[in-house]
């Protein structure tokens, strides 16, 4: 079992930045390949970036790509989003997920999920 727990939400305005963490305990973090997650009121969940076990390849959605980054550091066993240039439309609650598989943690087939924490972007 891998507990994940995010922190690092808030009410930021547009064009500012934040820097989500997903910290990790229990089996090994450096096991699996992690990721992050969004879901705005209303709508499906939707992928925004992934790294893989030893940090050295994200991946990102089309619509975060240039303005987000994520990273590990599994000697902290914990991973973060690092927001910038925020929008309205990046207002979700977002979480993180972790998997031995990558396809697993880029399509939300991950069994081990945080509870979510909330990014609120004002225009």
């Known amino acids: 079992q891998v507990q994940l727990v995010e922190s690092g939400g808030g009410l930021v305005q547009a064009g500012g930045s934040l820097r989500l963490s997903c910290a990790a305990s229990?089996?090994?973090?450096?096991?699996?390949?992690a990721g992050w997650f969004r879901q705005a009121p209303g709508k499906d969940r939707e992928f925004v970036a992934a790294i893989n076990w030893s940090g050295s390849t994200p991946y990102y959605a089309d619509s975060v790509k240039g303005r987000f980054t994520v990273s590990r550091d599994n000697a902290k066993n914990t991973m973060w989003l690092q927001m910038n240039s925020l929008k309205p439309e990046d207002s979700a609650v977002y979480y993180c997920?972790?998997?031995?598989?990558?396809?697993?943690?880029?399509?939300?087939?991950?069994?081990?999920w945080g509870q979510g924490t909330q990014v609120t972007v004002s225009s």
């Open positions: 997920t972790a998997s031995s598989t990558m396809v697993a943690v880029r399509t939300g087939g991950s069994n081990y």
């Open positions: 229990g089996r090994t973090f450096s096991n699996y390949h």
